[in-house]
């Protein structure tokens, strides 16, 4: 382990509202698991809706994950790409092992770019789920990264979120253990 | 080579259709050439469509290139922007030199996150042409990537292709050696 | 500093047309800031309109940032998203850094792949302002990256710039020192 990281093994799909105790559509904040990332602050997410997309941004001190899982389940989109750019102060990121068919997850407790930032919001039994995968960007211009299960915003991440005309569903798959999208067709 | 990875130098160019013995519109994947990457399974791939936009997800086993140059054709999709995220057990990935003006092609057996996977289509004399770049993701969290010419999905990937009105016609630039999109307009 | 690069701390936002000493909508090139990287020609870059989208081309030798604020400045372009992929024989590169708030630049002299190129263009007082974050691919498919300040492409970038329906302003926050979307509407 080059990052200087802790790493605490396991917590599959953490990004899942699942993984707190109570996956209901809005899942209050006082609800989230022992181990969420704690924010400083109530969120309050900026959005401005132009198309079929959303720009958002999140402020210095601000979570990632349950205000947008919130936001999503309040403006009911089932679907939707999401891309963007900002920096964190802390974030945990994962590393799927094929052996295990677990989700190694890493704390990383310092500033670093979001260099990228690409998933998307999709369904889970009915609530929003997010599958996002980010690069960071370290003092030296070195750059880590992986499955995104969230991380404090600081000072600022700015991101599209490109909504479908249909929600997107997703399945167990039995064969990786993970929820896969349901989708119509086949090639 | 920090990345124990083998290398292998050459390859300009691998995911171009032409880069397989039979550069039909439609190629046979049994005349796939002598150095491509060899799935486990004929490629099924899963997509729905909403708005100009596609969804569409690889299952583990698959290939990424080879499916979806048939699926760009069958779907008359003649430009299209990508966007991605998702996992690879190997792949092959590639840095353009600046001096050979050659691409020196790295292939990549470990088990990886795609941590960033941005690139577009193109027609190329007529059939589909990939151009995508890959940020892949190591269990220690450190990311290698460049030019992706392609890999077997583990355990999934997930695409938003996002067709553009018009087809865009690659044409070759003798400076550098590479085809380059053609576009209408100059500022 | 890992990367083999000349370290210039300092210059804050420096893709922000304020950067050079005359921060017009329509900056004369000659009137560049005395760091600005130096293209080798005139930049003519090629572009296409489908949809709400603009497929936009630069060739070998021409830099990044200011054609593109011109080109969005000529088409009246307030708010867009930009995704991107290509490569570059040097770049500059910065670190936001947290404590002192400034951002750290690094002067990168080499070819390298623009692996993820993410970003957006809105407006600060009036005039186009680019936010863009890059991955960049070294030989040995090692990546460095974080925020963009410029480059000059060899030999080749590609980007898909999304325009907004309406205009994206930014205003200072006192409280990181940086210019933040304003947008309508909070969750």
């Known amino acids: 382990m080059e990052v200087g990281a802790r790493v605490d093994i396991g917590d599959p799909q953490p990004t899942s509202p699942s993984?707190?105790?109570?996956?209901?559509?809005?899942?209050?904040?006082?609800?989230?698991?022992?181990?969420?990332?704690?924010?400083?602050?109530?969120s309050l997410m900026h959005y401005q809706r132009t198309g079929d997309r959303y720009i958002v941004r999140f402020e210095s001190g601000e979570p990632v994950v349950e205000p947008l899982l919130e936001w999503l389940a309040a403006n009911k989109i089932g679907y939707a790409s999401l891309t963007g750019l900002g920096?964190?102060?802390?974030?945990k990121v994962s590393y799927w092992n094929g052996e295990t068919r677990q989700y190694e997850a890493h704390a990383l407790d310092e500033q670093m770019e979001i260099v990228s930032f690409v998933g998307n919001a999709t369904l889970k039994e009915g609530a929003p789920f997010l599958h996002i995968h980010v690069t960071l960007g370290r003092r030296d211009l070195s750059i880590i990264g992986g499955h995104f299960n969230g991380g404090v915003v600081h000072p600022?991440?700015?991101?599209?979120?490109?909504?479908?005309?249909?929600?997107?569903?997703?399945?167990?798959?039995?064969?990786?253990?993970?929820?896969?999208?349901?989708?119509?067709?086949?090639?």
């Open 19 to 42: 993984s707190t105790p109570s996956p209901t559509r809005l899942p209050n904040r006082a609800r989230a698991g022992a181990n969420a990332i704690t924010p400083d602050i109530f």
């Open 156 to 187: 600022n991440l700015e991101l599209i979120v490109a909504q479908g005309k249909e929600a997107v569903a997703r399945g167990l798959d039995e064969a990786c253990g993970l929820w896969v999208m349901q989708l119509h067709e086949r090639s």
């Open 87 to 91: 920096a964190v102060r802390e974030a």
